[in-house]
């Protein structure tokens, strides 16, 4: 049984995508003058007059030396306010992409690895250079057809490396999610490293982004757009996501990539695009989509950590009331938040042993040693939810008419991620 809130005029909820999205399935050189060789005389008065300029030369740099620090390395030219460049993000991102082949075949080298059919792409979310190991998330689909094969090219390697699902369990088919694990030697002497995790909660309409991935199956490149759109609910094969869309060009193979913002970091991991249908006259042009990082990311760990996905249950649904959208300032940036209230309580659910009811509006919630996260939006709970785990205990801020309240709710369980259709 369920408590409802009674449908009003200034209850809304986020539009659906109509049409369902399918899966792609996969000068001459001028010659320089000759030089004439300088007489004996002239040369040793030369060679004299450069040792003369070296010793100088060494004498000021020892001296500089000792009046300042000694330059840092792997600085990259990263804009800090939004500002896209678009060489200086890929020059950061790069070490961070993979590839991605699937295959039946028991050994594969740099050439039968661009031969495979199943083709895509991952990013290194977590390494170990000492032991040789890392992990790389990627989509569901990307693997799917032959998990027992499954070949990665880093991005300065020419040798592919098998990879295996971190255990059998260890993706969703819903969230389009899957955890790869890899050990070896060429990790080790690889420059390939750990990404750099964004907040998606925090991207805007208009942002540049670039999308680093795999295009049907050619080696790793690097596409330029913007977010197009920072939530839109899309029916991809049959399933109903949450996805950014972003006008990034994108091709098969990039599913399971990088899409990474103008600071780079990974805000979201490439999943679909809209195609052609000739048939009907429809010819498109950049209409991609990318699963929220704050989705992605905490799906991934929360596979690590129980070997299958698994969501938290809070027996809360939420509506957005239709008022004025009010801004905030978070990290320079004005972010748009709605007014989010309670809509369903399950009867029996955690939601109701805490002390909700319906109606009420949620300001933000915290857990752990994550405080205050403004409910932004009727998704920002679902953003943490993976996070979660029986026993844990969430603090809500809410407003209940004009009175503020803080709410103790305890996970009293979960269920498996792929259990619904949880958009639909």
């Not at 030396?65 to 390395?73: G, I, L, R």
């Not at 389009?176 to 490293?193: F, G, M, N, P, T």
Request: aromatic share 8%; glycine share 8%.
């Amino acid at each position: 049984m369920k408590y409802n809130l009674d449908a009003q005029d200034n209850i809304d909820k986020i539009p659906y995508d109509s049409q369902p999205i399918y899966r792609q399935t996969n000068t001459n050189k001028r010659r320089k003058p000759e030089q004439k060789t300088p007489p004996s005389k002239l040369l040793s008065i030369v060679v004299c007059l450069l040792v003369v300029l070296n010793v100088v030369l060494c004498g000021l740099v020892i001296n500089l030396s000792k009046n300042s620090n000694p330059p840092e390395t792997n600085i990259f030219n990263i804009s800090t306010d939004g500002t896209l460049d678009v060489s200086a993000v890929a020059d950061k991102t790069k070490s961070s992409v993979v590839a991605i082949h699937t295959g039946s075949i028991s050994s594969v080298d740099a050439n039968s690895f661009y031969s495979l059919t199943n083709r895509g792409s991952g990013i290194i979310i977590d390494g170990d250079k000492e032991s040789g190991t890392c992990y790389i998330l990627t989509c569901y689909h990307v693997v799917k057809n032959n998990v027992s094969n499954i070949w990665v090219l880093m991005s300065d390697s020419f040798n592919p490396v098998k990879a295996s699902l971190v255990y059998t369990t260890a993706y969703s088919k819903m969230y389009d999610i899957a955890v790869l694990k890899l050990s070896s030697d060429e990790y080790k002497r690889s420059a390939s490293k750990p990404c750099e995790i964004g907040n998606s909660s925090l991207v805007r309409d208009g942002d540049g982004v670039i999308a680093y991935g795999n295009p049907q199956g050619t080696g790793l490149s690097v596409t330029s757009g913007e977010i197009s759109k920072t939530i839109n609910l899309v029916n991809v094969d049959g399933v109903y996501h949450r996805l950014l869309k972003t006008s990034a060009p994108i091709n098969g193979g990039n599913s399971g990539g990088g899409l990474f913002n103008a600071e780079g970091e990974l805000i979201g991991i490439v999943n679909a695009k809209k195609n052609d249908d000739p048939s009907k006259g429809s010819y498109i042009d950049n209409i991609a989509f990318a699963i929220p990082i704050d989705v992605a990311y905490s799906l991934a760990m929360n596979m690590l950590k129980n070997q299958r996905p698994l969501k938290a249950q809070t027996g809360l649904s939420f509506a957005i009331q239709n008022t004025n959208i009010v801004y905030e300032k978070v990290n320079g940036k004005l972010l748009p938040k709605q007014t989010i209230l309670v809509k369903e309580i399950t009867e029996g659910s955690a939601g109701e042993l805490a002390g909700f009811e319906v109606g009420d509006e949620i300001v933000s919630f915290s857990y752990g040693e994550t405080t205050d996260v403004s409910m932004r939006n009727l998704y920002s709970l679902e953003d943490h939810i993976f996070n979660l785990s029986v026993g844990d205990t969430v603090v809500f801020k809410i407003k209940r008419g004009n009175v503020e309240k803080t709410l103790n709710l305890k996970i009293k369980n979960s269920v498996a991620a792929d259990s619904q259709d949880w958009y639909r």
